[in-house]
């Protein structure tokens, strides 16, 4: 299975900061990324697929890039609806694997 | 609109069967590129992705669950169905159902879980 690393683990952040979040394939996967916002007792939420294409209706405040091993999800001018979990996940083969998550809190 | 609702039993006894039901509105089990994948995710922990079935029926596992899991789709109820058989403590956890589409970009074709159902709530404990 293709491991998903991602860090840091949680951030303190305030409410218009720019955030970035890294996350590394054990090998390369392309663009076959995508990222997702989860927050307490819910779903998790489609952000970012294809590494840098933006979901319908996220703000255009988060982006995504990266290629190969090597992905960041920005959130620029973090708002106070931003503060939850943040995973990535491989899709480039079977099984799609999730990265640990990275915590944005207060 | 699309949605995704599981349903299932909140407790099972260790040894026991689990099935869970997804039922989907708003899109069709049969259209292509459609697809519905089962992930779980532990109490504290990141998700992990367990199954698929696919719009032509093409099923795929969680390679170290594969022995315990089959997934099906009822397309006349809309349902898709997920069974793990010999449950253990270690299965406690959210299970949701997703809608995995694929999207083409600059001609590649990329799969996203787009749209979760609630989760529902699993544990297992005799």
């Known amino acids: 299975d293709i491991q998903m690393t991602q860090s840091p683990s949680s951030v303190l952040a305030s409410v218009g900061d720019r955030v970035t979040i890294t996350c590394r394939a054990s090998q390369a996967i392309s663009s076959w990324l995508a990222w997702y916002q989860q927050k307490p007792g819910k779903a998790p939420k489609l952000l970012i697929y294809?590494?840098?294409s933006l979901q319908s209706g996220v703000p255009s405040r988060f982006s995504g890039s990266g290629f190969g091993t090597d992905f960041t999800l920005t959130i620029t001018s973090l708002q106070p609806e931003d503060f939850a979990t943040y995973y990535c996940?491989?899709?480039?083969?079977?099984?799609?694997?999730f990265g640990g998550g990275t915590k944005v809190e207060i | 609109q699309v949605t995704l609702r599981e349903s299932g039993p909140a407790l099972v006894k260790p040894t026991q069967t689990l099935t869970l039901t997804c039922t989907v509105s708003g899109f069709s089990l049969t259209t292509s590129d459609m697809c519905v994948s089962w992930v779980r995710q532990p109490p504290g922990q990141a998700p992990e992705w367990l199954a698929r079935?696919?719009?032509?029926?093409?099923?795929y596992y969680r390679t170290s669950l594969k022995t315990r899991l089959t997934i099906s789709k009822d397309t006349s109820k809309n349902q898709v169905v997920l069974t793990m058989t010999n449950m253990d403590p270690a299965d406690t956890a959210t299970y949701y159902c997703?809608?995995?589409?694929?999207?083409?970009?600059?001609?590649?074709?990329?799969?996203?879980?787009?749209?979760w159902g609630e989760g529902t709530a699993v544990s297992v404990s005799s």
């Open positions: 997703a809608r995995q589409v694929i999207t083409l970009v600059r001609g590649v074709r990329h799969y996203s879980l787009d749209v």
């Open positions: 996940q491989q899709t480039n083969g079977l099984p799609p694997t």
């Open positions: 079935v696919d719009w032509d029926d093409d099923k």
């Open positions: 294809a590494a840098s």
